[in-house]
């Protein structure tokens, strides 16, 4: 880098707030409260340090797969599109180069080269920073997915330490591998000791299904829970025979109210 070149990362404030000054109308979120724009100062800040170094071939630069405007998530957090983010990052590009050129002589071999090296530094920052956002964005839809399966298999408590798994709409692979890896863990780390899981609620059961579903009734039994059977239709209950799955180890009745009934029965 030439000493010319050098001047224009001597003073990295003045720098940043000039960029920032710029892009005011192209990037209005920068300014819409003080917050706003001191993180994105705090950011913008940081990458032109981060620039600086990388140019200077300094130790201690950022490594490529960290070279990120938004390393831990704040814009996004606050809700900014990677849209206005990458927009943001080109436009500050555009008004650096403007800023090199004008301190530069164009014919300046060392120029040229700065130019390119500036360029593909922040080619790496904004696909870095979409590659997070993107992976922050499937984390989220993967936590709503998880949210959205243990919804749909709720634990509803209607006695003292007896409750209802309700199975309901239609039973997935998917869905039945989250009332083991979800529901399971939740009955017994509770005070629960008989569930009643409910059928009534339930279509389009597959066999595979079925068997993987009555898989963890057997799991719910070895953990010492009391597992009783509601609500089976039947076709429902043709395809459990056909799949010579067997309900003997399990009290079966038409509903739940049949089964506190049954309960309250043995309690008088």
């Not at 940043?16 to 994105?40: Q, W």
């Not at 080619?123 to 243990?150: F, P």
Request: aromatic share 6%; proline share 3%; charged share 25%.
């Amino acid at each position: 880098m030439s000493v010319q070149e050098a001047e224009i990362f001597e003073d990295l404030d003045g720098l940043t707030a000039d960029l920032m000054e710029s892009l005011r109308e192209s990037s209005p979120f920068l300014h819409e409260d003080e917050n706003s724009y001191e993180m994105h100062y705090r950011l913008s800040y940081g990458l032109m340090e981060t620039i600086r170094r990388r140019l200077e071939g300094k130790n201690g630069a950022t490594p490529l797969d960290k070279l990120d405007y938004d390393t831990h998530n704040r814009a996004a957090e606050g809700g900014l599109e990677i849209e206005d983010m990458t927009g943001y990052l080109n436009q500050m590009r555009m008004e650096l180069l403007k800023r090199l050129q004008g301190k530069a002589e164009h014919t300046s071999t060392s120029c040229y080269q700065l130019i390119n090296s500036i360029v593909e530094v922040f080619d790496e920052v904004i696909n870095s920073t979409t590659a997070n956002y993107n992976s922050r964005y499937q984390e989220q839809l993967e936590q709503m997915r998880k949210e959205m399966l243990e919804l749909s298999a709720p634990i509803v408590p209607v006695r003292d330490r007896i409750s209802v798994l309700p199975l309901i709409g239609n039973l997935t692979q998917r869905r039945t591998s989250s009332l083991l890896e979800n529901t399971l863990p939740r009955l017994t780390e509770s005070q629960i000791q008989t569930v009643i899981v409910d059928f009534s609620g339930a279509y389009e059961i597959t066999q595979e299904v079925a068997d993987h579903l009555f898989m963890i009734l057997d799991s719910m039994k070895l953990v010492g829970l009391k597992v009783i059977v509601s609500g089976i239709r039947s076709e429902t209950a043709q395809m459990i025979i056909a799949q010579n799955i067997s309900l003997a180890d399990y009290p079966t009745y038409q509903s739940v109210k049949s089964v506190l009934n049954d309960i309250a029965g043995h309690e008088n």
